[in-house]
């Protein structure tokens, strides 16, 4: 059985043997863990997955490639195949009771970020993530303050997770050949935020605010939601810009205000916010 790949997916599948073992070297599987690979492809991380893992839920959308898996791990008793979404997956509900699901996979960079938003929904129940992403975004996710690539995404993202770059991803190691460089990344849930968050949709609206014109320092970003006195009041400088503002400050100003909000008012920045 062929498969070809189909750009409506995303589809780049990983052929590259070496790279193939430095990914599950990574995983660090261990006896009794519950694997999860989201967007299987043509198998490549599958089938060495399946021979260190007791168990491994696959989550794939291609009802095509679904088929073929199928076929090719027909002998398996250790897998399971969802055809489904994944970013409409309820992935609460594979983790066996009292464990936490092992999560990999090589996601498809037009979903990438709003999937890995939808994971963190159900952190509680994951232990780790293994990300094949677009290099740009593996940049994004764990950069720190004071750079360009620092934005949004590293804010929420190291809000739920310790983020870790583990290595760059060559494009001729993927068929068809992607016009961008990859990069894997571990996710580690944080059993407790590093930061105290009164509501986490007003840091997420704040944050969003803040970053969507990063050129503005936080006395005009942030204007509709705090006042420069407010800001300075919490001993942060309303001359800064976004890319300035640790996660500790993001989390200051958010609850400042989460603070001076009315129920009301607090319904109404999540409506205009959604």
Not at 250 to 262: E, T
């Amino acid at each position: 059985m062929t498969h070809q790949a189909r750009k409506r997916f995303g589809q780049n599948f990983l052929h590259d043997h070496n790279i193939i073992q430095n990914i599950i070297a990574s995983a660090m599987i261990r006896a009794g863990q519950p694997w999860v690979e989201i967007g299987a492809g043509q198998g490549a991380l599958t089938e060495p997955l399946l021979k260190k893992a007791d168990h491994l839920d696959v989550v794939e959308l291609d009802r095509d490639l679904v088929t073929w898996l199928e076929h090719k791990f027909s002998a398996q008793t250790n897998l399971t195949i969802h055809s489904a979404d994944a970013l409409r997956f309820d992935f609460a509900t594979l983790a066996p009771k009292g464990e936490k699901l092992h999560v990999i996979g090589n996601l498809p960079y037009n979903i990438s970020t709003p999937l890995m938003f939808h994971l963190l929904e159900t952190t509680d129940c994951i232990a780790d993530m293994l990300f094949m992403l677009q290099k740009e975004v593996v940049n994004r996710i764990c950069a720190t303050p004071n750079g360009k690539s620092y934005g949004r995404l590293s804010v929420m993202m190291q809000y739920y997770c310790a983020t870790e770059w583990l290595f760059d991803v060559p494009p001729e190691s993927f068929k068809p050949v992607p016009q961008v460089m990859s990069a894997m990344v571990r996710l580690v849930p944080h059993s407790k935020p590093p930061v105290e968050v009164d509501d986490i949709k007003t840091l997420s609206k704040l944050v969003s605010e803040a970053f969507s014109q990063r050129r503005k320092t936080l006395r005009n970003s942030l204007k509709k939601s705090l006042s420069e006195t407010e800001i300075t009041n919490l001993g942060i400088d309303a001359n800064l810009r976004a890319e300035n503002v640790s996660l500790a400050e993001f989390a200051l100003l958010s609850n400042a205000v989460s603070r001076k909000l009315s129920p009301v008012e607090t319904a109404a920045l999540f409506k205009i916010s959604e």
